[in-house]
């Protein structure tokens, strides 16, 4: 069965940055659309970034357009998110995801990683 285990997370003051990292346990990583969503305390959870098997495209929620950059490499099964010139309003829980590329929702959920970012 698939796993996600993401990392990277902690404290950071505005303005600063911070990268993720997310590994996937399968043996057909490149199977797999890649996803970043977080969720805020009181908050849903939304989009963030994505990348497709290939890495050939990639999409950000308009928040984190010109900040977050992600990324992965097939050889090592794992989907990074660089994320910098952070804000208050990026603190939250980041979960990785994974879709599989023949369906059309994220199926594969990390636990989670907390991101705080102090003002």
């Known amino acids: 069965q698939v796993q996600l285990v993401e990392s990277g997370g902690g404290l950071v003051q505005t303005g600063g940055s911070l990268r993720l990292s997310c590994v996937h346990s399968g043996r057909l990583f490149s199977n797999y659309d890649m996803g970043w969503f977080r969720q805020a305390p009181g908050k849903e959870r939304e989009f963030v970034a994505s990348?497709?098997?290939?890495?050939?495209?990639?999409y950000y929620s308009d928040s984190v357009k010109g900040r977050f950059t992600i990324s992965r490499d097939n050889a090592k099964n794992a989907v990074g998110l660089q994320m910098n010139n952070l804000k208050p309003e990026d603190t939250a829980v980041y979960y990785c995801?994974?879709?599989?590329?023949?369906?059309?929702?994220?199926?594969?959920w990390g636990r989670g990683t907390q991101v705080t970012v102090s003002s």
């Open positions: 995801a994974a879709r599989r590329w023949d369906t059309n929702e994220f199926l594969y």
């Open positions: 990348i497709t098997r290939s890495g050939e495209y990639t």
